[in-house]
């Protein structure tokens, strides 16, 4: 599965775009300083996202000021009482602290997550032709033909 986002020194960037402006532009993700970038192409992009994670990290020492992080390791979750009951009840029958039996579950649920999304599925070919280009019957082909508005055709496989 592709990413569509930017990492760089534990921090997570996102990429967007304008199409008006015919720009690529992003922000750091998760957290509350508001640090952007932009540039016309996604090489470009790259390079102004480490640069402003680079320039951000640089601006908190100079100003004696810690840089916030995207992930502290703790967070609270409200999951009702008698799901906390039972997971107590369960993290102590297999000789676990509440804090290892969901690290250990969310492990696993994520580890799923990312199995089950990589096997969607298979990638699909686009082709574009040409309507000289297009066969006179498609039954011959697997794949379908598609006539776009621009007077092309998408082969997709």
Do not use: W
């Not at 304008?18 to 993700?29: A, C, R, S, T």
């Not at 100003?63 to 703790?74: S, V």
């Amino acid at each position: 599965m592709k990413n569509n986002f930017f990492t760089h020194s534990g921090y997570t960037g996102s990429i967007e775009f304008d199409i008006d402006n015919e720009i690529l532009f992003g922000k750091i993700q998760f957290i509350n300083d508001v640090v952007t970038y932009e540039a016309i192409d996604l090489k470009e992009l790259k390079a102004e996202f480490i640069a402003a994670v680079d320039d951000y990290l640089e601006t908190c020492e100079l100003i004696g000021r810690e840089p916030q992080k995207a992930y502290k390791g703790t967070f609270n979750i409200r999951i009702g009482e008698e799901l906390h009951r039972d997971a107590v009840s369960t993290a102590h029958n297999i000789n676990q602290n509440l804090n290892e039996f969901c690290k250990e579950a969310i492990a696993q649920r994520v580890e799923s997550v990312k199995k089950s999304t990589t096997k969607m599925a298979p990638d699909v070919k686009i082709h574009f032709i040409t309507p000289e280009q297009q066969p006179a019957t498609s039954s011959a082909f697997t794949s379908t033909i598609v006539q776009l508005p621009t007077k092309r055709f998408a082969e997709v496989q």
